[in-house]
Structures are given as C-alpha cells and as structure tokens.
C-alpha cells in the first residue's frame, strides 16, 4: 500500500483554508484571546494539519469503518507537539473530500475557523463509533 502524497494534501488544503477568505484562529482557552493562524501554517504536517485529518478520518471512519492509517508522531518542536509524517490509507480524493467536509463544518460555525472545535468534531465522531473496528481502505 503506498501512501499518499502529503505535501499534496497539505498544498489543496491551503488552498481551500485561503479561498474560505475567513481568519484561521487558535483560542487560548485559558485566557479567551485568538491568536491567527496563517493557512500554510494551518495545513502545515508540523503545525495544524495532523488536526484536521485526525477530524477527517473520523468523519471517514463514522462513514465506512475504514480509516486513513495515519502516521503521526511526537514531535516536540512542532505547534501541537505532533506532526503527520504518512497518510498510507484512502485515496487523495478520499481524504480531500473529508478535509473538505470537516473544513466547511468549521467555516459555518462562526467569523472566523477556529482550529480548537477540530478537536470538538473529532471527539464526537470518536463517541459515536467507539465500538466500531476500523479497517484500512486500500489504496486507489
């Protein structure tokens, strides 16, 4: 199973955070304040993008039972303390189309997409299909 050109994904993934034309914001939920985030360092494998596709398998998973075998690993250095070295399940089209998806959802819920509900969305998927066996979906 080959994996999926992750410089790719995190390229059509600026792209689609830049024409949405609302700020990327990071709520520091401690202290109430936004801070913006640019769409390259929000689709960045280092930065936010390991969010956003964590979200988006979920959605994919919740959907088919099949997931993208992510690779994500510690990186202390990084924005999130992770970073997304491989995505080697699905197919680009696949995973754009939930990137799309999760990326829409975020774009309705306020002025601006602030990257703190990802983990919002990811957390009710995952309630939703905690009894559920992911499989890999092959590669396309």
Known sequence: MSA????AISAAQTRLLAEIGKPIELLDR??????????ADAAHPE?????????AEALWLELTGTGFA???SRTPDSALGYA???VRAGSFTVVM????????????MEDALVLNHLIDFWGEAHGR???VTPTLQGAT
Request: charged letters at 20%; aromatic letters at 4%.
């Open 4 to 7: 999926i050109d992750l410089a």
């Open 30 to 39: 401690g202290t109430g304040k936004r801070v913006v985030v640019p769409p």
């Open 47 to 55: 930065a936010y993008l390991p969010v956003f596709l964590i979200s």
């Open 70 to 72: 992510l690779d994500v």
């Open 84 to 86: 997304v070295r491989k």
């Open 97 to 108: 189309l939930c990137l799309i998806d999760v990326t829409m959802r975020l774009a309705q």
């Open 129 to 131: 299909i905690a009894d």
